[in-house]
């Protein structure tokens, strides 16, 4: 794979529809199959929803919680279908069981519906849950729309302090009742903070914190972004009085300047 070739992919993605990046992302891999490993990995796409077999719980899947063909459940901790796939030691499986219960409520109230998964994965050699990384998916769908968010972070600790860096990611997709008219894109923005840590479970804690501030930074600039850029192409491209008012405004003004 050269630089180039990753480089144009990338471009070609940008370019294109983003309500349509996962068709497009599997049409270029399937092209440049070199690429796929590296476009698979660095473009965010919307989240899938698949329900856990032995809990019977939605759950959600990335590349993060992927391996070939399956799947790891959150809630089980579980491959679907099996496979030998990495997964969390021992104490920070315990943690990811925490940090999805305490998410689900997150979801729950902020979102008041939606699917919302995390997954760990170890950092460091050992059972220890002092360097890790993982990830916080949260999904809410409409028969029309759909909201995407992704918290991808590495935790650090040290002397009772920790040092969290997220790469926050949201995909919005908004449709209409017309087919035509849709908005859809994404905004991703990056953020490191140093908070303190008692516990284990204190991680949780500061990780729901920093995604609650995140998020609500994201939603804001969401709408000056996009929406109001479409309100100011909108009101460019139409003319709320009427050709004839405009005209007849037009005449008023140079008559009112030919008086002064």
């Avoid at 440049?32 to 796409?45: G, I, K, R, Y």
């Avoid at 949260?138 to 040290?158: A, G, N």
């Amino acid at each position: 794979m050269s630089d180039e070739q990753y480089d144009a992919a990338l471009s070609l993605l940008r370019r294109l529809d983003p309500k349509n990046v996962s068709v497009n992302l599997n049409s270029l891999c399937k092209i440049a199959p070199e690429l796929a490993e590296d476009l698979l990995s660095s473009v965010d796409q919307p989240l899938g929803v698949k329900t856990c077999k032995s809990t019977k719980k939605e759950y959600l899947t990335c590349d993060y919680n992927r391996d070939g063909d399956s799947f790891r459940s959150p809630w089980s901790g579980d491959y679907e279908p099996a496979t030998d796939g990495p997964t969390p030691s021992a104490a920070l499986r315990k943690l990811e069981v925490l940090a999805n219960d305490s998410f689900d409520i997150y979801r729950d109230l902020y979102y008041e519906g939606g699917v919302s998964s995390v997954y760990l994965w170890d950092q460091g050699e050992g059972d220890n849950t002092n360097s890790f990384a993982g990830v916080v998916l949260l999904k809410k769908t409409s028969p029309s729309s759909s909201w995407d968010s992704i918290h991808v972070f590495e935790v650090e600790t040290s002397r009772g302090e920790g040092i969290y860096r997220v790469t926050s990611t949201v995909i919005l997709d908004l449709g209409s009742k017309s087919p035509k008219l849709g908005l859809s894109g994404n905004l991703t923005r990056q953020t490191e903070r140093e908070m303190a840590v008692d516990e284990p479970s204190q991680h949780i804690a500061n990780l729901g914190s920093i995604v609650e501030d995140v998020e609500s930074k994201l939603r804001n600039q969401l709408q000056e972004v996009y929406f109001g850029k479409a309100r100011d192409i909108v009101g460019q491209v139409r003319s709320l009085g009427g050709v004839e008012d405009a005209k007849q405004k037009q005449r008023q003004e140079e008559v009112i300047k030919g008086l002064q």
